[in-house]
């Protein structure tokens, strides 16, 4: 039996940590593993981030620091029990590379995972001391690793220069739970195009308003958008409601059409397209900007749409509004990419060959 702690930066409340640890688990524990999880942060936190409120208050901040540090090292403090520790993008974030060499010491099998270029934030920060403290921080955490996993091609690229041992296996969608029949409703009046996130990454969707607004001047649309109750984009009729995990597959199943526009930039190339996926798991045709893991999901006018401009957002989506049958083409294949490449049902024995091996480097 591979004994295993996990230390993910949120509970299953965080959409990184639910997809990138905490739906592997059930497998994992079938196939004999025991696993046991260290959150990072609380439920009160990421239910904050959805509710686009944040920690309110200095007191409360400074709370929230202490009690997540505290749990960090109590992790530390039981590391060596454990034959293998995976953890999540690095132990403490704007910390100094102090606590993954304790974890070191602690146990020599490590894991590290990444789903975003959190580097980024470090290499090229408008802070002199933030670059000067962290710039080399997570080239270091992955150096210290028996093996780094990762979600897209320009996450392997980068990991791939600090360590030999990289993996990539992409953010994977259980299937089971993203049913494309399961309580679809049909639009009657208004094409539905939709948007899944939170308060934070809705910004994104500036991306794409002008072309929103265009498409909504020739078209009866809708923008619905999930997960960030208070957005509103002007000149497009839009519906906001709040996220939960008990609503969010029925939502994306309300949507005729799925978005994920991102900005070209460094952070952005490091995003593994879990909103693209979803909408392809539940038959959904997609328009995604060619950025970072979407270029390696979507192949143009096969399984979705990529849309670099203006004028590419109002012609693709035209054409999606305009065809119910080509929405049930790219739909059928998106689902087919899903079942192929990104369903858990492939993914998870990739991770347990990793954890495998890892353990008995």
């Known amino acids: 039996m591979l004994r295993v702690l996990f230390l993910p930066k949120y509970s299953p409340l965080g959409s990184s940590s639910r997809y990138r640890i905490y739906q592997y688990l059930p497998y994992l524990r079938q196939q004999g593993f025991s696993c046991e999880t260290h959150p990072l942060l609380s439920d009160n936190y990421v239910a904050r981030i959805y509710e686009a409120q944040g920690l309110r208050g200095s007191s409360m901040r400074y709370l929230e620091y202490l009690t997540s540090f505290a749990r960090r090292t109590r ?159 002007r000149s497009v009729p839009t519906e906001a409601t709040p996220w939960s995990f008990d609503t969010e597959v029925g939502e994306i199943l309300g949507f005729d059409i799925g978005i994920m526009p991102v900005p070209d930039d460094e952070w952005a190339k490091g995003k593994c397209g879990l909103k693209l996926l979803q909408y392809m798991a539940v038959s959904l045709p997609s328009v995604a900007t060619p950025i970072g893991a979407n270029t390696e999901i979507i192949e143009d006018g096969v399984n979705g749409f990529l849309a670099n401009s203006t004028e590419d957002w109002i012609e693709k989506l035209s054409w999606l509004i305009e065809d119910g049958s080509l929405r049930h083409r790219l739909g059928s294949n998106g689902r087919r990419t899903v079942e192929e490449r990104y369903s858990l049902e492939v993914n998870a024995p990739k991770l347990k060959r990793v954890l495998e091996q890892a353990a008995a480097c």
């Open 75 to 233: 992790a530390l403090v039981v590391a060596r029990r454990y034959d293998l520790v995976f953890f999540e993008k690095e132990l403490f974030p704007y910390f100094p590379y102090l606590l993954e060499p304790c974890l070191r010491s602690a146990n020599a099998h490590l894991v590290v995972d990444y789903d975003d270029a959190i580097f980024v934030s470090y290499e090229r920060s408008h802070s002199r001391l933030i670059r000067w403290a962290l710039g080399n921080k997570i080239a270091r955490v992955i150096a210290s690793c028996k093996a780094a996993i990762v979600g897209n091609d320009y996450l392997r690229q980068y990991a791939s220069r600090y360590s030999r041992n990289v993996h990539l296996i992409p953010t994977a969608i259980d299937l089971k739970r993203h049913e494309p029949t399961a309580q679809r409703v049909e639009p009657r009046d208004k094409i539905v195009i939709g948007w899944i996130g939170t308060p934070v990454t809705a910004e994104y969707l500036k991306v794409v308003q002008e072309a929103l607004s265009v498409v909504a001047r020739k078209y009866p649309v809708v923008l619905k958008v999930v997960g960030a109750p208070s957005f509103q984009m």
